[in-house]
Structures are given as C-alpha cells and as structure tokens.
T-cell receptor, first 114, second 108 residues
Framework: ETAVFQTPNYHVTQVGNEVSFNCKQT?????MYWYKQDSKKLLKIMFS???????VNETVPRRFSPQSSDKAHLNLRIKSVEPEDSAVYLC?????????????FGPGTRLTVL | GQQVQQSPASLVLQEGENAELQCNFS?????MQWFYQRPGGSLVSLFY???GTKHSGRLTSTTVIKERRSSLHISSSQTTDSGTYLC??????????FGLGTRVSVFP
C-alpha cells in the first residue's frame, strides 16, 4: 500500500523553465529524502531532510532546492532546468535521520527536459 | 570508486531455476536494503536487512557485515520475478547509496 505519494508522475518542460515536484508521506516519519535516477540508472541521494537538519549531497547543483511546509511534505524545486536534469526523481521517508531505519519510496516523477 | 558493487549485472533464468544475487560494499555500513525496481521506475522494498538472514516467500536475504557482503536468493523463479534488483546501504545519516542493480529476466 502506497504511503509515500509523488506528483506529477511525468513532466515535460523546456530548458530554462522552473519546475516543482511534490512529495507527501502519511507514515508519520520525521525524515524525508530526494533521490535522482539518471539515464545510466544509478540512483543517487540528493537531499536528506528533517525539521531540524538539511543534508545536501555536495554534487547537487544550486538550482535544486528542497522545500518543506511540515514534516510530512518535502517538495523539490528546480529553478532553471538543464538537459542533464532529465531523470526520474524519487522521494523517500524514514522514521528518523539517525539510526537504523528502513526507507520507504514513492513512485517517482519522470522529468524530461527538451 | 563505486562503494556498492552488484553482481552479476544481468541474469537470464528459465522458470523454476534458482538465482543468487550478490552485493559487496567497500565501507562499513549502518543498514542495508534490497529493492525490486519496476519497469516504470518505482521501488518495492524487499528486505531491510542490516545483518543476518531474512526470508520472505521465495526470497532470502543474507547480510554478513564482517565480510562486507549481502546476497539475495530467489528460489523457484517465476516470470513475474523479471526486473531489476537493487541493493543499497546507508552510511551514517547520508541517505542510501545504491548499486547499479542486477537485471533479471525469467523465461517460461
């Protein structure tokens, strides 16, 4: 049963546009994540976030930024998309940032940049 | 270099055959998960297994921390097992680090 929800499923846009993806979890978890899966199929962490701490993967360009209104929501904004941003973006959550916890993933948002 | 190495990269099975997927990691870890990735990209968590052996139906996961490896055993494979299997380890508070996956194809 899905407990991590992502919208939209797909998005097609042009270089230079701004896009925003939404993620919501109904598990009551404190920590949420964004991952990117590129054309080579490698999944990489972009952000780890709870209401106290944001951990950013140092390879993530500055045009990417997480936005959170509360611990159940973590959106991803891309200010000015580039062709290399075409990928599947996966949101996940876990009970806490520290400790041994399973992560639960959403269905993903596929972004195509023309 | 890649911290998580999965082997084989791909595997072709006849229905009913067993398979062993390997995951080796080059660093100490906080936790380990195995996922099945559907063709559309969504991830299904198969096991959360930081150590020891766990069973779920026809699947068995074994993680041996000292040897820095984890394995996923599929017994009596079915065509519906076809897809990509990913292992991922969590370093302390750094999110999951994924391998490149093993693509499994099961034919009748």
């Amino acid at each position: 049963e899905t407990a991590v929800f992502q919208t939209p499923n797909y998005h097609v846009t042009q270089v230079g546009n701004e896009v925003s993806f939404n993620c919501k979890q109904t598990l009551g978890h404190d920590t949420m994540y964004w991952y990117k899966q590129d054309s080579k199929k490698l999944l990489k962490i972009m952000f780890s976030y709870n209401n106290k701490q944001l951990i950013v993967n140092e390879t993530v360009p500055r045009r990417f930024s997480p936005q959170s209104s509360d611990k159940a929501h973590l959106n991803l904004r891309i200010k000015s998309v580039e062709p290399e941003d075409s990928a599947v973006y996966l949101c996940a959550s876990s009970p806490a940032l520290l400790g041994q916890y399973e992560q639960y993933f959403g269905p993903g948002t596929r972004l195509t940049v023309l | 270099g890649q911290q998580v190495q999965q082997s084989p990269a791909s595997l072709v099975l006849q229905e009913g055959e067993n398979a062993e997927l390997q995951c080796n990691f080059s660093t100490s870890l906080n936790s380990m998960q195995w996922f099945y990735q559907r063709p559309g990209g969504s991830l299904v968590s198969l096991f959360y297994n930081p150590s020891g052996t766990k069973h779920s139906g026809r699947l068995t996961s074994t993680t041996v921390i000292k040897e820095r490896r984890s394995s996923l055993h599929i017994s009596s494979s079915q065509t519906t097992d076809s897809g990509t299997y990913l292992c991922a380890l969590e370093l302390y508070a750094q999110g999951l680090t994924f391998g490149l996956g093993t693509r499994v194809s099961v034919f009748p």
